[in-house]
Each structure stands twice: as C-alpha cells, then as structure tokens.
C-alpha cells in the first residue's frame, strides 16, 4: 500500500469524516438505552469526545479531533480531562495525528501523565473507479445488506463479540438516512460485519467485526465486506472514503495492507493514542 503525505485540510476532513458520523449515531441513540448508560458525546469548543463510565469501551471514552479543525488549547485540553474525571472516568484516548496543531500538542499529553498507547493507521480513498472484482469471494460466502429482516442476526453478533449491551442501539441505526450496514455469511452463518456511513460525499467505515489481526485471524473475510462498500460507495457519488487498520504494521507487512491497496486505498498517517 502507498504512504501518501496529505496537506492539514485533507487530514481534518478525514478525521471530521468519522467525527460527524459519531455525533448522527450519538443523535440515533434510544432515550432509553441513553439514560439507562449514561451515553454522552460532548463538545467543548470545536473538540468532540464521548463519555460513558458504565461502558468502557475506547469509542465511548475517547477525543476525536483535537487540534484538527483549529488549534488546541491548554486550557481546552484540561477543560476535557476534567470533565472525565469530574464523572470518575479516568481511562480515556485522545486521538493524536501529525498534522494536529500546535506541534506540542504530545508534550501536553506527556505533561498530564497521559501517556501513548499505541494507535492505527489511518486509510483513504478517492471516488476513483475500482478495478474489477480485485478480491475473490468464495462460493459459500456472500455479502447482504441489513435491513429490517436480518437486522437482529447483526447487532446480535457484534455484541456478542464485542461483549456489549448495544443491540437497541444498533437497531435504531438500521434504515437512519446515510447509514448502510453489511454482513457476511459463510453459507448461513454470519462470519463478518461493518457499517459505512455517508454524508457530503464522504464515507467513513466503522462497526466493523471481527477485526482481522485483532478478534481474528483470518483478514480475507473483511476484505470482501469492504469490497461491496466501497462498490456501493462510488455509486452513491462518495468521492473520499475513511477508514482504519487497527492492527498496524510500520512494515506494513499484514494482509490489511494488501486488500486495501487492492480496493485503492493510501496510509496517510498514524493516528496515535494518549491516554
């Protein structure tokens, strides 16, 4: 796979790509399911963060784009980690690329005992045609798109993997304008899921499980998944797709790397983990 440097502006979209499909499943969330977790996704200036004591999960806890959009602050920045631990939270990421401002933003992180924690490489796409067929799909597997019919079967089992209680979530998430969910079965069974959500002519992917090098060995199975969104994608006008390997390799000498250079995608950077 190409490692293409981008200009600050490609990476803020990028990243504002995921961020606004946060805040529309935040907006999607049962009253119920909201009040009965805790769910919170909030904003302190142009920087959003999600909350969540009683499920600690990274989404739930974590920063997504400071000093993306403009430059941060320190007094943003302990604004934000007070508001954790005003709520007894005291495991949260911030999300940290190269492009972020001001440079000093990791000796900030560092100041506050906020420490790296690794991260994953962030992958992109323009809307350029995809090359025929690029990933074989075996003849007992198949992708479907969710609907209101195989709907229970997905949300069932990415919380079984994930061991989550956000099926009613996920539910509310089944036929919300942007959102287009996939799985695949491996002759009946499900074997693999993942979520594309657009907007604007972007798409981020997310949702995604088993991850390949993660949850699962095998890599293949997701690659078809993403095959399909992207296929689909393109034929809904998308011209910048988003997403993440989250097992990264600085050699990048895993099948993820493969498969997404296949279906036309470049690493443009490390998002980093403080936390």
């Known amino acids: 796979m190409r490692t293409d440097a981008i200009s600050a502006e490609r990476a803020a979209q990028l990243?504002?790509?995921?961020?606004?499909?946060?805040?529309?499943?935040?907006?999607?969330?049962?009253s119920e399911f909201v009040r009965q977790f805790q769910l919170e996704?909030?904003?302190?200036?142009?920087?959003?963060?999600?909350?969540?004591?009683?499920?600690?999960?990274?989404?739930?806890?974590?920063?997504?784009?400071?000093?993306?959009?403009?430059?941060?602050?320190?007094?943003?920045?302990?604004?934000?980690?007070?508001?954790?631990?005003?709520?007894?939270i005291h495991d949260f990421t911030f999300y940290h690329i190269l492009q972020a401002q001001p440079a000093e933003l990791p000796a900030w992180f560092q100041a506050r005992k906020l420490r790296l924690r690794g991260g994953w490489d962030r992958i992109y796409r323009t809307g350029?045609?995809?090359?025929?067929?690029?990933?074989?799909?075996?003849?007992?597997?198949?992708?479907?798109?969710?609907?209101?019919?195989?709907a229970a079967d997905w949300a069932t089992f990415i919380d079984r993997?994930?061991?989550?209680?956000?099926?009613?979530?996920?539910?509310?998430?089944?036929?919300?304008?942007?959102?287009?969910?996939?799985?695949?079965?491996?002759r009946s069974e499900v074997a693999a899921v993942r979520t594309m959500y657009v907007s604007d002519g972007m798409a981020w992917f997310g949702i995604d499980t088993p991850?390949?090098?993660?949850?699962?060995?095998?890599?293949?199975?997701?690659?078809?998944?993403?095959?399909v969104m992207v296929r689909d994608g393109l034929a809904l006008g998308v011209q910048l797709f988003a997403a993440d390997i989250e097992a990264?390799?600085?050699?990048?000498?895993?099948?993820?790397?493969?498969?997404?250079?296949?279906?036309?995608?470049?690493?443009?950077?490390?998002?980093?983990h403080y936390g």
């Open 128 to 150: 350029a045609p995809l090359a025929a067929d690029p990933i074989a799909v075996p003849a007992d597997m198949h992708v479907e798109k969710v609907t209101s019919t195989n």
């Open 41 to 88: 996704i909030m904003r302190v200036g142009p920087v959003v963060f999600t909350r969540c004591k009683h499920i600690p999960f990274i989404h739930f806890n974590c920063v997504k784009n400071f000093g993306v959009t403009q430059p941060a602050t320190e007094a943003i920045l302990d604004q934000i980690i007070a508001t954790y631990h005003e709520a007894g």
């Open 161 to 186: 993997l994930y061991g989550l209680p956000t099926t009613p979530w996920l539910l509310a998430l089944v036929g919300r304008p942007g959102w287009h969910h996939y799985l695949l079965r491996q």
């Open 248 to 272: 990264p390799s600085v050699t990048q000498d895993t099948p993820a790397y493969d498969y997404f250079g296949k279906l036309g995608f470049t690493c443009p950077y490390f998002r980093e």
């Open 15 to 30: 990243e504002m790509c995921e961020t606004n499909a946060w805040l529309d499943m935040y907006a999607a969330a049962p």
């Open 211 to 227: 991850v390949p090098g993660i949850m699962a060995p095998s890599y293949a199975l997701d690659a078809q998944v993403c095959q």
